[in-house]
């Protein structure tokens, strides 16, 4: 049972579809595994383990009686709980949510569920997902599992989600990233996660933090699980006006394992200049793995991302505060307190201001345009740092010092900016044994060459691999 | 930052605008980079689907 868990989703669903293993048998590895764990991981919000059993004798009843089967039959799956689920509570991470139950499914979750997931339950998350470090003052902090002492942040907003499926307690976790929330969980917990391109997956149903700048997808172990997963997921949905009418390509054949002669762009100043000297040297030696299977890599510059913190700072306290305007007049005093104070700083941003920040973003998105006009992704770390401690306020990168969350956000924000894929996976580990991620940044809707890279990645280093101390 | 609260149909109190001072500081000092940006022209991002 206990090496179930690790099994990778292709596998569990290759497994359950050739009976080779029950929905019911793998469902409750995992309820068992959470049931151990998360009282010290604190991933969880909600568990809905009766329904998930329920549920998973349901995949196995399809299976003996040979109905159709979709391509994530039976394997689990968790909840950043802010998608909607239909009569299962949706809390946002928050105390004004606590007993919200809605009455559908976010599209997403309801395409999963289609394709034969089986919801293990709710995931922490920073209150709202307005904060980059993975907070929650409700639900308690989740805990990375990379640190034994649990003193460690898990990186957020998608805090339990990242935890979750670094210490398996389930294979796949859905997040949402608005300025680097699937991409920094990742990196900080030794995982694999997929920002899709702005418009590739439908927020319908999801909670918003800023709507022009949030974007839904998967965290797993590999790119290989993110890509099956995505597949099922993403495409036009008429409820989000943002979603695009492009046809959702087979990313798990785009996995060849072959990248030679693909052209990888190194975004050195800003990216990897900006980073602790560990991290560099991590995503320096990728960079040099990556030419060891045949890519080409530059190096690449892009200017506009310099004002991109005060851009975004605009645009994300603006589109907040608009959503949560009505519940800061009526219930300020039951946010979380950082949460509160960012809010409120929404209503010192002038409409001037917004639209010059919107201005930025169409800056930015010409130039990370015109860079992968000449290259097929884009590289640079995730993360400036690996995983600091809960209740660190600053930081020192080379000889600047910085506030944390600051520096958690700021080689990860640009993607949201544009609007471009990323994907951030495992690349190393720092002196403290945390681990280092980098991001693949790719065309707009060019998800799986993202994927096809991450994937020759992981084909020859074994970074995902590892196990956390915690699980 | 009382009048900009008001317009924006707020009402914190003298300590909580207190509170709030120091990031905010910050905050509008980086606003004013926005301002000073020489961003020409440019069209602003105002339609987010992209296909």
């Given amino acids: 049972m206990g090496g179930l868990v690790w099994t990778s989703v292709v596998d569990l669903a290759r497994m359950i579809a050739t009976k080779e293993v029950s929905p019911v048998e793998v469902t409750r590895a995992f309820l068992e595994r959470v049931a151990a764990l998360d009282g010290t991981l604190k991933s969880f919000i909600t568990v809905t383990g009766d329904s998930a059993l329920d549920a998973a004798r349901a995949a196995e009843a399809d299976l003996v009686a040979g109905r159709v089967q979709g391509p994530l039959l039976g394997v689990p799956l968790g909840l950043k709980d802010l998608f909607n689920t239909a009569g299962v509570r949706t809390t946002g991470g928050s105390k004004i949510l606590a007993d919200s139950v809605p009455t559908a499914d976010a599209t997403v979750v309801r395409r999963l569920r289609a394709a034969g997931a089986i919801v293990l339950g709710k995931l922490n998350m920073h209150e709202f997902a307005y904060g980059p470090e993975g907070l929650n003052e409700h639900y308690g902090h989740a805990r990375n599992p990379w640190d034994a002492q649990q003193t460690r942040v898990t990186g957020g907003s998608s805090s339990g989600s990242g935890a979750a499926v670094a210490a398996a307690l389930v294979p796949v976790a859905l997040g949402s990233d608005t300025g680097g929330s699937i991409r920094i969980p990742a990196a900080l917990c030794g995982i694999t996660g997929i920002k899709p391109t702005y418009g590739r997956a439908s927020r319908a149903g999801v909670l918003p933090l800023a709507w022009s700048m949030d974007h839904v997808g998967p965290m797993a172990r590999s790119a290989a699980d993110c890509a099956i997963v995505l597949r099922a997921m993403a495409g036009y949905d008429p409820a989000d006006p943002t979603t695009s009418v492009l046809p959702v390509p087979d990313y798990g054949a785009a996995l060849t394992g072959e990248i030679k002669g693909l052209r990888v762009g190194l975004l050195r100043p800003f990216f990897m200049d900006g980073s602790a000297p560990e991290v560099t040297a991590a995503v320096q030696s990728a960079a040099r793995a990556l030419e060891g299977l045949g890519a080409v890599v530059d190096e690449v510059r892009l200017e506009s991302v310099w004002p991109v913190a005060a851009a975004s700072f605009a645009i994300v306290a603006s589109e907040a505060l608009a959503y949560h305007a009505e519940w800061m007049r009526t219930r300020s005093g039951d946010y979380q307190p950082d949460v509160r104070e960012r809010l409120k700083m929404g209503a010192f941003v002038t409409g001037v201001q917004y639209v010059r920040a919107q201005q930025v973003r169409a800056r930015v998105r010409a130039e990370v345009d015109e860079a992968l006009a000449r290259r097929d992704v884009l590289l640079a770390p995730t993360t400036p740092l690996p995983a600091p401690v809960l209740g660190q306020t600053e930081t020192r990168i080379g000889d600047a010092k910085t506030d944390v969350r600051s520096a958690l956000i700021r080689l990860t924000r640009p993607f949201n900016f544009s609007g471009h894929p990323a994907c951030s996976l495992p690349c190393g580990v720092s002196g403290d044994g945390l681990p280092i991620g980098m991001q693949l940044v790719g065309r707009p809707f060019d998800e799986a060459t993202v994927l096809r890279v991450a994937d020759a990645y992981q084909r020859a280093t074994d970074w995902h691999r590892r196990r956390p101390p915690l699980a | ?51």
């Fill in chain 2, 1 to 51: 930052m009382r009048s900009a609260m008001r317009l924006a149909g707020f009402a914190w109190s003298d300590a909580e605008l207190d509170a709030l001072r120091p990031g905010l500081e910050r905050a509008l000092a980086s606003l004013d980079e926005l301002e000073r940006l020489p961003l020409g022209d440019t069209e602003p991002t105002t339609q987010y689907r992209i296909f």
